[in-house]
């Protein structure tokens, strides 16, 4: 596999979900992001002095949400790529019938040229 076939397939990693992670790896990130938020709160509360310093819990806070979006985003952006591919199959298939349904066609019974379902002089319907 060459540089090019990884930029134009990025997301075929894990066919089940759509993600270039697993699961697991979704778990496990968003499980640190969240210690690490948990250790920023708790840190800056056991603290409790005036002039304690704000750079661990900062840092912390910082790593927690680094941490959480690595873990919720590529998720989220799957989501967004298969609810977008749905959407978009959607619009054809309702161009498709809209087309076809406008096409001009001959009607069996009366011969006129006419559209729709049925003919529009004598109503039977049109193949």
Avoid: H
């Avoid at 920023?40 to 056991?46: C, D, G, P, S, V």
């Avoid at 799957?78 to 087309?99: F, H, L, V």
């Avoid at 096409?103 to 379902?117: E, I, L, S, Y």
């Amino acid at each position: 596999m060459n540089l090019k076939d990884l930029k134009e397939k990025p997301y075929e990693k894990d066919p089940e979900n759509g993600m270039r992670q697993s699961y697991g790896a979704m778990i496990v990130k968003i499980g640190l992001g969240a210690m690490f938020l948990i250790s920023a709160i708790t840190t800056n509360w056991a603290e409790q002095a005036p002039d304690a310093p704000l750079a661990p819990m900062l840092l912390s806070v910082v790593f927690g949400l680094a941490f959480l979006a690595w873990g919720i985003l590529p998720w989220w952006n799957a989501k967004r790529r298969i609810a977008a591919a749905e959407a978009r199959k959607q619009a054809d298939a309702a161009a498709a019938e809209q087309a076809r349904l406008n096409a001009p066609k001959r009607c069996p019974n009366c011969g006129a040229a006419t559209k729709g379902d049925k003919c529009e002089y004598c109503g039977s319907p049109l193949p």
